[in-house]
């Protein structure tokens, strides 16, 4: 059974080494520039002690579209990872779950990620999509140095 926690950062640091960026040096690297800023929120998916799945969720708005969610409280998945050894068991569902609970708590309207593309199947059966132009033609797939191609989707709360 996952139960899914909001913690200090630096709790996700070995799962955010481990599955998404195993090129860095260490876990001690796997931090993000705005881990501490204002509003910030850190999810821990648990299975027993252990940390087993993890999240980050920012103020943030989207710059990479603009005027995409103008004037609407969005906020921001980031570092979002899972041990393989339990994918598949419910863990990224509730930490997902959990981040929209709180957000619509603080009447965020909109969260929204870059999505690696092997995520892109699992943020569909989350409730995410793909952003689109006004044309409603889906936004292309771009690359993020040392980790892969991605497309940026979001999720109406």
């Keep these: 059974m996952t139960r899914v926690m909001v913690v200090e950062w630096e709790a996700l640091k070995e799962v955010r080494y481990e599955v998404l960026w195993p090129h860095l040096k260490s876990a001690e690297d796997a931090r993000i520039d705005?881990?501490?800023?204002?509003?910030?929120?850190?999810?821990?998916?648990?299975m027993g002690e252990a940390v087993v799945g993890v999240a980050s969720l920012f103020l943030q708005k989207c710059d990479r579209f603009s005027g995409l969610f103008?004037?609407?409280k969005?906020?921001?998945?980031?570092?979002?990872g899972v041990?393989?050894?339990v994918r598949g068991n419910g863990v990224g569902e509730a930490i997902i779950n959990e981040a929209v609970n709180?957000?619509?708590e603080e009447d965020v309207k909109v969260i929204w990620c870059d999505a690696r593309e092997v995520a892109w199947?699992?943020?569909?059966?989350?409730?995410f999509?793909?952003?689109?132009?006004k044309e409603g033609v889906e936004c292309g797939a771009y690359a993020v140095p040392n980790i892969g191609?991605?497309?940026m989707m979001y999720r109406r709360l």
């Design 34 to 46: 705005i881990d501490e800023s204002e509003g910030a929120i850190h999810l821990a998916g648990m």
């Design 70 to 72: 103008e004037g609407e």
């Design 74 to 80: 969005v906020y921001r998945l980031r570092a979002m």
């Design 83 to 85: 041990l393989g050894h």
């Design 102 to 104: 709180i957000l619509k």
């Design 121 to 127: 199947g699992f943020y569909e059966r989350c409730g």
């Design 129 to 133: 999509s793909f952003v689109a132009d």
């Design 149 to 151: 191609m991605h497309k």
